[in-house]
């Protein structure tokens, strides 16, 4: 167990839907990484937070946001879903020290019918 | 920006052999480089990491060597068990302002046949 939990564990929904992901990472940390698996793409980097503001992105889509609470906790939601967007979704987290290590959570595996 | 190249895609041995997986990346600015087990269905899980004030480093079973001047890095894996299947990534975490992003190569499926 890393530490870093993420609800739902599976989600299905239908095209044009929208959906939040959760994500808590370990005690302390303050960066959390989202990032997207699927068969073809492999594992891409979408957006980072750090102590609730946006500190990196990466290819994310405009259909997609995410969010870092006060409580550090973070949500990334998706929208207008599209059958291209079913994916395994991880969150990770990284400690304030200078240690680069992230930990990964056990992700939501979302299927878009 | 980073560009991670992983190969080969995928991999075969038999147990009790070595397997070696090799990536290069794009970013001379890139300074971790962390290879992750992927299980089928679970999280990533960190194996090893490498940065770049470092040439090689080695954990029982398992090494990875960088050479910056070339961009590359390398996994070695001895003495392989059937529990050492799974996909393996490599990753590079670009320095300067990135705040720690990891842009992961395609993965290697390694088959360790008993």
């Known amino acids: 167990d890393s530490g870093v939990t993420q609800t739902p564990k599976h989600l299905i929904t239908a095209t044009g839907q929208r959906v939040t992901l959760r994500c808590s990472p370990r005690?302390?940390?303050?960066?959390v990484y989202w990032y997207q698996q699927s068969l073809d793409q492999g594992l891409q980097f979408l957006i980072q937070y750090y102590n609730g503001e946006e500190r990196a992105k990466g290819n994310i889509l405009e259909r997609f946001s995410a969010q870092q609470f006060p409580d550090l906790h973070s949500e990334l939601n998706l929208s207008s879903l599209e059958l291209g967007d079913s994916a395994l979704y991880f969150c990770?987290?990284?400690?304030?020290?200078?240690?680069?290590?992230?930990?990964f959570g056990p992700g939501t595996r979302l299927t878009v019918l | 920006g980073e560009n991670v190249e992983q190969h080969p895609s995928t991999l075969s041995v038999q147990e009790g052999d070595s397997a070696v997986i090799k990536c290069t990346y794009s970013?001379?600015?890139?300074?971790?480089f962390p290879w992750y087990k992927q299980e089928l269905g679970k999280r990533p899980q960190l194996i090893i990491d490498?940065?770049?004030?470092?040439g090689e480093k080695k954990d029982q079973r398992i090494a990875v060597t960088l050479n910056k001047t070339a961009k590359h890095f390398s996994l070695h894996i001895t003495e392989t068990q059937p529990e050492d299947s799974a996909v393996y990534f490599c990753?590079?975490?670009?320095?300067?302002?990135?705040?720690?992003?990891?842009?992961f190569g395609q993965g290697t499926i390694l088959t360790v046949h008993p």
């Open positions: 005690s302390g940390d303050l960066s």
């Open positions: 990770a987290s990284k400690s304030l020290t200078g240690d680069n290590e992230q930990f």
């Open positions: 970013d001379s600015a890139s300074n971790y």
């Open positions: 490498i940065r770049s004030n470092v």
């Open positions: 990753a590079a975490n670009a320095g300067g302002t990135s705040y720690g992003k990891l842009t």
